[in-house]
């Protein structure tokens, strides 16, 4: 019924009227207090049935001057009017705070932490959060007197870049379910979105040359053992007689020969080296492959793309530097 009536509301009467209503505005920074004005009540289904039985028993005691029917119609009235107060205190003056979002590939699931911090001496109890888009909330939490609960929630990416979470709603029918409580929130949280890793690429570009002094982290000299295979290894370093012992049926995997010395000169991973003529998407997309796959190799790696050019190193920092580059390659910087 609700939707129906939407449809022949313009969106912009919708979106006003959304603003002064429910108060729907933009970003809310830092942590947000649920004031009186942002909580909203009104009646639940089980309500408006409640309600109507109220007054049928209030109209039946006036027509036949039923003194129990009005000690029962005022008691059920009283437990009404506490519900109301009840279920509006459960939400009322909570404070939300963001929490954090860990960097995700497109097309993964970002999540987003959040934590409900109760100042108040009052224990909370059944208050359902979710995404709007969700439709019906999938989480519920408590919050005790003086404690935060932390809630994730779940939002599908489509595209590199940062992914702002989308608008929350908090809702509570607690204690007896007459009425429902409600209220909005947009919290101040993005993810990063890294592009999504080419599947099926082309190896590393290693080029380097081999180093008269033999030191380095891998090379051609001197056999140091078996492990196994890595996309990119070559044909000519495959252990052919280890792979014929293994048997497919009970999990063999393909294993290559590891030497050490002879070192290969540094692996450089340049944007700019790429043919132009590649996608823009799927040239993000082969670096990203390419940083991962240095990284699981444990080779140091250039890394240069536009105006960011970082010197050859490895590790977790260097890694998430330069996905951040990739991610944000002709975005904005921030948020």
Request: proline content about 6%.
């Amino acid at each position: 019924m609700a939707a129906s009536l939407k449809r022949f509301i313009p969106a912009a009467v919708r979106a006003k009227a959304d603003t002064w209503l429910f108060q729907k505005r933009g970003v809310d920074p830092g942590e947000t207090l649920l004031t009186q004005r942002r909580v909203f009540i009104l009646p639940s289904g089980a309500g408006m049935g409640f309600a109507a039985l109220i007054l049928i028993l209030l109209i039946g005691s006036i027509n036949y001057s039923l003194g129990l029917g009005f000690a029962l119609t005022f008691t059920m009235g009283t437990c009404a009017m506490v519900d109301i107060y009840m279920t509006y205190k459960n939400m009322a003056h909570l404070h939300l705070r963001p929490g954090r979002a860990q960097p995700v590939f497109a097309g993964e699931v970002a999540q987003f932490e959040l934590h409900l911090v109760n100042r108040t001496k009052l224990d909370r109890y059944a208050l359902w959060v979710d995404f709007m888009e969700a439709g019906e909330a999938r989480h519920v939490v408590d919050v005790a007197a003086g404690a935060t609960s932390a809630v994730v929630l779940s939002a599908p990416s489509t595209e590199r870049g940062w992914l702002a979470a989308p608008r929350i709603r908090l809702s509570t029918r607690f204690p007896l379910g007459l009425l429902r409580a409600w209220s909005y929130w947009q919290p101040d949280l993005n993810a990063l979105v890294y592009p999504f890793p080419e599947e099926n690429g082309p190896p590393l570009p290693i080029s380097g040359v081999e180093s008269a002094d033999g030191h380095g982290h891998a090379g051609h000299d001197d056999f140091a053992g078996i492990r196994s295979y890595q996309p990119g290894d070559p044909m000519r370093h495959m252990a052919w007689r280890q792979i014929a012992r293994l048997d497919p049926a009970d999990g063999g995997q393909l294993v290559t020969k590891h030497f050490e010395g002879g070192a290969v000169d540094e692996l450089v991973l340049d944007f700019n080296a790429m043919p132009s003529i590649m996608n823009l998407e799927l040239r993000l997309s082969r670096m990203t492959r390419w940083v991962l796959d240095a990284e699981q190799r444990a080779l140091p790696y250039a890394f240069r793309i536009g105006a960011t050019d970082f010197e050859a190193s490895i590790g977790e920092a260097h890694q998430a530097a330069c996905l951040r580059a990739l991610a944000l390659h002709g975005l904005k910087e921030a948020p």
